[in-house]
C-alpha cells in the first residue's frame, strides 16, 4: 500500500512534466539565435544558481566567488579544446574536477569563520581571479599547452550531439537537470544529513559522530564541481571567454538572486538565472534600459529579506500548496 504512494504522486505530476517539456520543445524551435543564446545562458546560470544555493540551504555558508569558479572551468575546458583533442565532455569534466578542488581550497577558510568575513574573503578571491585573468587572459585558441597568444582566435568545439544551436540549448538543460540530479542524491543520502546536522549545530554535528570537516569540505567540492560545469557549458555557447565576463561584482549579484529567488527550492536557482539573464534581454527587446532590471534585483532581494526568507520560490511554493489543500477540502 506504501509502494504505491510514490508511483501515485509520479502519475500525478506526469501531466504538468509533459506540459513543461512541450512549452520548452516549443521554445527550442521557434526561437532565433539571438534568444537561443540567451536561454543557453540561463540554463548555465541555473546551475551555478544550484551549486550556490546548495552551500547556504545546507551548510548556511556565503559564498561570493562562484562566477570566478565558472571562470576556472571555463579556462580548463578551452585550453583542452584547444591543446588537445579530446572530446567536449572530457575538457567539461576536466574543468569541473579541477574547480572542485579549487573549491575544496575554498572550503578550509570556512572552518574557522562564515557569514560575513567568510563572504569578504571568498569576494576578495573573487577579485584576485578578476586580475589574473586579465592578465594571463583565456585560451582562446593556439595548440598545444603554451599556445595563449595566437594570430587568430579560434572558436570552441562543442559536443558532436550539439553543434547547432538549438542542440546545444538541449544539451545545456540535460546537464543542468544533471547537476540537480547529484545534488538531490547527495541531500538525501549521508552527505545531506551530515550537512543538516552541521547547519543546525556544529557541535552537535561532533557529538553524533559526523566528520565536519570532511563533510565541509565535501559541500564545497560539490558546490565547485557544478559552477566548473557551468563554466565550461558558457564556453561552449560563446565558444570563447572574455575576462570581462566574471568580474567579482557579477558573484555578488548571483548570489542576491539566487537569495531572491529562493534557494529552499530547486526552481528558485531557475527564477534566480532567469531574473539574471532572461530580464535585462527583454527588457533591451522592449526598448527599455537593461539597466533597469538592477532596480527589481534590489527590491526583489529587500522583499525578499523582509517578507520572504524563502524566496519567491517559496511564496510560489506555498500559495500553490495552499490552493491544492483548498481544493481537497471541496467535497
Not at 583533442?85 to 575544496?104: C, H, N, Q, R, W
Not at 572550503?107 to 563572504?119: E, I, K, T
Not at 543520502?189 to 552541521?198: F, H, K, N, Q
Not at 559522530?209 to 564556453?235: D, E, P, Q, R
Request: glycine share 12%; aromatic share 10%.
Amino acid at each position: 500500500m506504501g509502494s504505491s504512494k510514490p508511483i501515485r504522486r509520479i502519475l500525478a505530476a506526469l501531466p504538468t512534466v509533459l506540459i513543461v517539456a512541450a512549452a520548452a520543445l516549443a521554445i527550442v524551435l521557434t526561437a532565433n539565435a539571438q534568444w537561443l543564446k540567451i536561454l543557453t545562458s540561463v540554463a548555465v546560470y541555473t546551475l551555478t544558481s544550484a551549486a550556490i544555493a546548495l552551500l547556504y540551504r545546507r551548510l548556511g555558508q556565503v559564498t561570493l566567488a562562484h562566477v570566478a569558479l565558472m571562470g576556472c572551468g571555463g579556462w580548463v575546458a578551452l585550453r583542452l579544446a584547444h591543446g588537445t583533442e579530446l572530446p567536449f565532455e572530457v575538457g567539461l569534466l576536466a574543468g569541473g574536477l579541477f574547480t572542485a578542488i579549487v573549491g575544496m581550497l575554498m572550503a578550509y577558510p570556512a572552518l574557522r569563520m562564515r557569514g560575513l568575513y567568510l563572504a569578504l574573503v571568498t569576494l576578495m578571491a573573487a577579485g584576485g581571479f578578476a586580475i589574473l585573468i586579465g592578465v594571463i587572459r583565456f585560451p582562446n585558441g593556439g595548440a598545444g599547452w603554451t599556445g595563449f597568444e595566437v594570430q587568430a582566435v579560434a572558436y570552441m568545439r562543442r559536443p558532436l550531439l550539439a553543434q547547432s544551436d538549438q542542440a546545444y540549448l538541449v544539451y545545456s538543460i540535460a546537464v543542468a537537470a544533471l547537476g540537480f540530479l547529484i545534488i538531490h542524491l547527495h541531500e538525501i543520502g549521508r552527505p545531506g544529513r551530515a550537512w543538516a546536522l552541521i547547519r543546525k549545530s556544529e557541535a552537535s554535528a561532533m557529538a553524533a559522530g559526523v566528520n565536519v570537516t570532511f563533510y565541509k569540505v565535501w559541500g564545497f567540492a560539490l558546490s565547485g564541481f557544478l559552477a566548473g560545469i557551468a563554466g565550461g557549458l558558457l564556453a561552449g555557447s560563446l565558444q570563447l571567454l572574455d575576462a570581462r565576463s566574471f568580474p567579482a561584482a557579477e558573484s555578488v549579484l548571483i548570489f542576491a538572486l539566487t537569495i531572491a529567488g529562493g534557494a529552499w527550492h530547486w526552481f528558485g536557482a531557475v527564477i534566480a538565472a532567469a531574473l539574471y539573464r532572461l530580464l535585462p534581454a527583454l527588457f533591451n527587446d522592449w526598448g527599455i534600459n537593461g539597466n533597469a532590471a538592477y532596480i527589481i534585483f534590489g527590491a526583489g532581494l529587500v522583499h525578499a529579506l523582509i517578507t520572504a526568507p524563502q524566496g519567491i520560490a517559496g511564496q510560489i511554493a506555498t500559495g500553490l500548496s495552499g490552493l491544492f489543500a483548498q481544493r481537497g477540502k471541496r467535497p
